[in-house]
T-cell receptor, first 114, second 111 residues
Framework: KAGVTQTPRYLIKTRGQQVTLSCSPISGHRSVSWYQQTPGQGLQFLFEYFSETQRNKGNFPGRFSGRQFSNSRSEMNVSTLELGDSALYLC?????????????FGEGSRLTVL | GQQVMQIPQYQHVQEGEDFTTYCNSSTTLSNIQWYKQRPGGHPVFLIQLVKSGEVKKQKRLTFQFGEAKKNSSLHITATQTTDVGTYFCAGLTSRDDKIIFGKGTRLHILP
């Protein structure tokens, strides 16, 4: 079956702009979570959605937001982009909510902020 | 804040040698998961440990969760070139359900 699909794969924005990233989970998976990966900080948890509700949230400013639709697809939005937001944004899905069970990652969306 | 220290940051080993990476959390974890990320790839789930003192094996890989549920290790016996990548741990804090990641250990195999 198809894996986790993220779009777009690459994008370039300028400071102050906003960006929306999309994630389609594996069919049947109801939990979608988002992560930021940078060389300096490694992987950091952004938030998790399950059944259209945010279940958990990491320590990121309010400029980072997300949502989940009834078909489990998810989007994350970053407003007022800063240079430090340049990163690989990974989406992952699993069958159930919470931090348990195998997590399946997508290929990521690489954001460059100029 | 709560964090997971992972050591070493880098490790170069000759093919056939053993390799170990360690994660040490500042707080008790409900569980810990291990992932492998190949260069240019995305993280791939390896295993989850839940119980205090738990040991799990997957072929040449051995995973341990400490008695206090604050430490964990991944040991690879007789490394192969296919083991190249970054291995990192991720845990769920018991106190407040926060997800914290180690920064990973990058394993390089010398042929």
């Amino acid at each position: 079956k198809a894996g986790v699909t993220q779009t777009p794969r690459y994008l370039i924005k300028t400071r102050g702009q906003q960006v929306t990233l999309s994630c389609s989970p594996i069919s049947g998976h109801r939990s979608v979570s988002w992560y930021q990966q940078t060389p300096g900080q490694g992987l950091q948890f952004l938030f998790e959605y399950f059944s259209e509700t945010q279940r958990n949230k990491g320590n990121f400013p309010g400029r980072f937001s997300g949502r989940q639709f009834s078909n489990s697809r998810s989007e994350m939005n970053v407003s007022t982009l800063e240079l430090g937001d340049s990163a690989l944004y990974l989406c992952a899905s699993r069958l159930a909510g919470g931090w348990t069970g195998e997590l399946f990652f997508g290929e990521g969306s690489r954001l460059t902020v100029l | 804040g709560q964090q997971v220290m992972q050591i070493p940051q880098y490790q170069h080993v000759q093919e056939g040698e053993d390799f170990t990476t360690y994660c040490n959390s500042s707080t008790t974890l409900s569980n810990i998961q291990w992932y492998k990320q190949r260069p240019g790839g995305h993280p791939v789930f390896l295993i989850q440990l839940v119980k205090s003192g738990e040991v799990k094996k997957q072929k040449r890989l051995t995973f341990q969760f400490g008695e206090a549920k604050k430490n964990s290790s991944l040991h690879i016996t007789a490394t192969q070139t296919t083991d190249v990548g970054t291995y990192f741990c991720a845990g769920l804090t018991s106190r407040d359900d926060k997800i914290i990641f180690g920064k990973g250990t990058r394993l390089h195999i010398l042929p």
